[in-house]
């Protein structure tokens, strides 16, 4: 494994990862006030079409990567639409 | 253009883009209760890396949305910890 090929692998891991503290935020405390909407609907769309391309260009580390990274981020869209207030 | 070039390029404006509406309702509201630390923390180092691996692999599109994705996160990681409530 070259130096850039270790990089590439653990920033890919750093942030798939980092949504799951979010999640689990989320989930433990139904509070969204501080979070977009628009983040999340923007976020998960792209992240939807990086799966797509994954597929499409057959890299099974895009698509890996995307495909945990999809459900972090739909489960935080979710509480968002459910639990968020009017405001 | 091939297919899976628009597609890629449209998940990178995506995901690239979604983090601006949250900084600007972080920059607006001041409120982080509910935005989770360690996620900001660990996507703000995921995304440094990322643009090192860019740099690293003298990739341009790589270098550009990581670049301007950091600048999003670490402005939302600053106000994170600065009007952070102790919880």
Redesign the interface.
Known sequence: MT??TI??F?????????????A???IR?K??????L??????S???L??L??GI??NNMPIIVANAITLVFAVIILVYKIKYRKKD
């Open positions: 130096f850039s990089l590439g653990t920033a890919a891991v750093l942030t798939t990862g980092s949504f799951l503290p979010q689990i935020k989320t405390t509070d969204t006030q501080s979070i977009s628009f983040m999340y609907l923007l976020f769309t792209g992240t079409l990086w797509l391309f499409f260009s």
